[in-house]
Every structure is written in structure tokens, then in C-alpha cells.
């Protein structure tokens, strides 16, 4: 047999080269050849598969018999697939190993092509292909840290997309918006005479006066804050020279006080069945409005309140409607608007229904009024987006609550569907209510000389100005 180099198959055992003695087909021994092979190269015998007697399966370590035959020789392969040879192509013999050793083989060869079960079995398949071909293309891990932060934020975004659509306002399936808005660059509001007054709710950050000068800037007709921080039940009281300083900066900007709409702390639940969440929530109540009297103001906004399903609907409203009571005890002339709800979860107030079983329970109807805001109403089911549905949702406030307690309105498009039962503002016409739902409000003159105030997603500083002149330029007629 012509003598051949052995090939390895680490790159460390590149430069080890092993000559093979010469031995002819019928003088082969396995044992003088393993004898051999010990002395030239002991430790390849360990690195090296190829040349162990004993193999072991990847996956439960079983022992498979001893190889009679020698399979170490130039250019040796042992395979399941592949018998072996021995020399080069001239000189090759095929070596037929025992039954039992070839179905040990076999069942090798499969456990390698199932895919790994556990992070163990992927490493070593891993570095098994890298000594096998350390050419080939095999998935790199990142080299860098920007490299593991790219792929970080890869993730993060694209769990991010699978929560938001999983956490989808939307019931059932909607169909893209076609938004097209009405153009406003050449509409001039200072000569434009309208009888709506449009705003949007403003900041009061550095002072309740600065809410004015934001509100003048934005070119408004009203404008709807906080009184004092909604995120806390305490607050600092309201000093007599701020509240003048208020007074004087909105009689000067050209507001009355009926052109402001204050609303109400989040925190608040007067239909609470809980007794320290509703003396809290009363206690805010007395307190904002003595707020709204020592500035000037006539109106105050606030959500009714939630059961927390812990009572009935009813009993929720009777105590919404004995704190408005206690409230008014405690104060001279301010109305308190009560806004309809979307008829999420416990809340109450979503119904036109529920809104008058609170009215019917104030004492002073002079003093009790409701603010009506688009958004909620729509999630409630009123379809405002259709002529129909607009003056259904009319006729029934008629009806059920009368127009008389309407004071004030919300301007807010809906990121939901109709009837969705969802409390989610967008941007006026890019919502399911579209630009066509609130033109039919500004042309309805029934909102006339009442503050409606937007509540709309502030993307930039100037989205309130742009929005309140594409109001005013859909306001063309009044029936």
C-alpha cells in the first residue's frame, strides 16, 4: 500500500502529519496497528473520533462495540451514510463492519439530525461543524457591544409591535384611514366670526396664569386646566395673589368666565363604595370648587365615577349625586358638569340614562349641567361619524337629558370603533369619527356660545392652534 499522510480534523492538528507504515491488505493486524498508531500519536487517539475504538452516542452516552477493523489509514471516513476506504482510489478496500455496529451507527446518525433539546447540545453541534468545516458559512454571534445592543433594540421593538397589537383598541377589524383634511392656509381666522368657542386644555406649569397666555397663543375662544395637580390628593391652597393674577389675565385676553372650563383630579370617584376614597374624593370636590369661586370661574368639569363593581349602578349614582349636594353646600354659584363616560369597565355615566338619574338626584338644578364629549360618546356606541347616527345620538340627549344642562363640550376624535367601549383620544379627522363628524358639530348651533375644548394627542406645540383653525374653517354655516 502506497504511505500517506493522515488528515486531522483540528486546525491544531494541521501541522501533525503521521506517516503510516506501509502494510499490505492480508498482513493488516488490528491489534499492531493500534499499537502503532499509540506510540507515533497517543493523543490523537482522544481528540481524534476517528481513531477511538469505543464511540459513545451524542445523546445517551451508549457504548458501541468494538471496530475489528482497522479505520485508521490515509484518508479514513467513518459514516453511517459512507462505507469506508482504505488507500487512495487505485488501492481501496471496503471494510464491512459488524451487524451490531452498524446499527449502533445508524441510530448515531439520527439522533444527529433531530433537532437539539436542550442549550448543551447546540454548542457542541456547533463546534463539531466548525471542526469539520472551518470555512463554511455558519451564523456568527455579535463581535461587538453595539453589535448586542442593535439586536437588543431589534427585539425590544419587536415585542413592542406584538404588545401594542395584541393590547389593540380596535374590536374586531377596521379598515385603514383615508384621512383627508381640509386646507387651512388660506383661512384667516382673525376675520372669521363664528359663535363656537374653541380651545384646548392647557398647561398651568410656573402659575395658573401662564394657562391664559398659552391659550392666547394658540388663538383660542376657551380653554379648559387643572386647578391644581391631578396627580396628588393634597395641595398647596390657592394664594390670593395668584388667583388675582388669574382673574386679571383673563378678563384682559378678552375670556369671560364662562369661557374656561376647569376639570377635575383623576383621582377622584364620588360613586366609590369605599369610605376613604369617597371622603377624599368629596373633600377635592368642596375644595375645587371654592378654587373656581375665588377666580372668578362658573363651570367645573369632572368624570362621575366608577362602582369598581364592588356595589350597583344605582347605588353608585345616588352617591355621586349626594356629593354634588355637599359640594353645593359648601359653595355659592359654581355649576358643576358632570361628562358623559365611554361606558368602560365600572364606570358610570355612560349612558344618557345614568347622566339624568344624577340630575334627578341634585337638589339645585340650577347648579348642575353636563359636558358632552365626543370620543366617549362614540366608544359608547353614538355614531357621529354618520348624518343618521348624529342626530339619533341628538334626539336622544333631547329626550333623556334636555339641552338646557348642556354646558360644555369635548372635542376628541376616537382611536377606536364604534361602540368599542374605550377611553382613546386621537387628532381631530384622523380618528374613526372623521373630519365630517365634527363639522356636523360645528354647524350645529345647539353649541353655540359654550367652551369646547380639546383634548386631542399634543404631538407638537402647535398641533391645538392648527386644529382649532381647522375647526373654525369647517364652521361656515349654523342651522
Known amino acids: ?75 479514513c471516513k467513518v459514516s453511517s451514510r459512507n462505507r469506508t476506504t482504505i488507500g487512495d482510489k487505485n488501492e481501496s478496500a471496503k471494510i464491512k463492519p459488524d451487524i451490531k455496529t452498524q446499527v449502533k451507527k445508524e441510530q448515531v446518525s439520527k439522533t444527529i439530525k433531530k433537532e437539539p433539546t436542550s442549550k448543551t447540545v447546540v454548542k457542541i453541534t456547533k463546534k463539531t461543524e466548525r471542526k469539520r468545516n472551518p470555512e463554511s458559512k455558519i451564523k456568527k454571534e455579535p463581535s461587538s457591544e453595539v453589535d448586542v445592543k442593535v439586536i437588543k433594540t431589534e427585539r425590544q421593538k419587536t415585542v413592542k409591535r406584538s404588545k401594542q397589537s395584541a393590547k389593540s383598541p380596535v374590536k374586531g377589524k377596521s379598515k385603514p384611514l383615508c384621512v383627508k383634511l381640509p386646507v387651512i392656509s388660506n383661512f384667516n381666522l382673525a376675520s372669521h366670526k363664528c359663535e363656537k368657542r374653541v380651545g384646548a386644555h392647557v398647561s398651568i406649569a410656573g402659575g395658573l396664569y401662564n394657562a391664559v397666555d398659552a391659550a392666547v397663543s394658540q388663538r383660542a375662544t376657551a380653554f379648559g386646566l387643572f386647578l391644581k395637580s391631578q396627580r396628588q390628593w393634597n395641595s398647596k391652597p390657592l394664594l390670593d395673589k395668584d388667583a388675582e393674577k388669574f382673574r386679571e389675565a383673563y378678563q384682559t385676553a378678552g375670556f369671560s368666565p364662562g369661557d374656561i372650563l376647569p376639570h377635575g383630579s383623576y383621582l377622584m370617584n364620588c360613586g366609590s363604595s369605599n369610605p376613604e376614597t369617597l371622603q377624599k374624593s368629596r373633600d377635592t370636590l368642596i375644595d375645587e370648587l371654592q378654587r373656581c369661586e375665588k377666580l372668578g370661574l362658573t363651570l367645573y368639569n369632572f368624570h362621575p365615577g366608577s362602582s369598581c363593581g364592588d356595589i350597583t349602578t344605582e347605588q353608585s349614582l345616588g352617591l355621586i349625586a349626594e356629593s354634588i349636594n355637599m359640594a353645593h353646600t359648601k359653595t355659592k ?40 364629549d365626543t370620543c366617549h360618546a362614540f366608544a359608547a356606541g353614538h355614531d357621529l361619524s354618520s348624518q343618521s347616527g348624529f342626530e339619533k345620538m341628538m334626539a336622544e340627549f333631547e329626550t333623556v337629558v334636555g339641552f338646557k344642562y348642556l354646558k360644555a363640550v369635548h372635542l376628541n376624535d376616537s382611536k377606536g370603533v364604534l361602540g368599542c367601549h374605550l377611553d382613546r383620544h386621537e387628532n381631530i379627522g384622523r380618528g374613526h369619527i372623521g373630519i365630517e363628524g365634527f363639522r356636523r358639530v360645528m354647524c350645529d348651533r345647539r353649541f353655540n356660545n359654550m367652551p369646547m375644548v380639546l383634548e386631542t394627542p399634543a404631538a407638537t406645540e402647535d398641533i391645538y392652534m392648527k386644529e382649532i383653525k381647522m375647526l373654525h374653517s369647517i364652521c361656515k354655516t349654523s342651522k
Open 1 to 75: 500500500m502506497v504511505r500517506g499522510k493522515r488528515n486531522t480534523n483540528t486546525q491544531g492538528d494541521v501541522d501533525k502529519q503521521i506517516s503510516l507504515p506501509k502494510l499490505l491488505p492480508e498482513e493488516t493486524n488490528s491489534a499492531s496497528l493500534n499499537e502503532d498508531i499509540s506510540k507515533q500519536q497517543p493523543n490523537d487517539i482522544v481528540q481524534n473520533t476517528r481513531g477511538v475504538r469505543k464511540r459513545k452516542s451524542a445523546r445517551n452516552g451508549v457504548e458501541s462495540k468494538e471496530i475489528k477493523e482497522p479505520c485508521l489509514l490515509k484518508k
Open 333 to 372: 354659584f359654581v355649576t358643576t358638569v358632570i361628562e358623559n363616560m365611554s361606558c368602560q369597565g365600572s364606570t358610570v355615566g355612560g349612558k344618557f340614562q345614568e347622566l339624568k338619574a344624577i340630575i334627578d338626584k341634585v337638589k339645585n338644578k340650577s347648579r348642575i349641567g353636563v359636558c358632552l
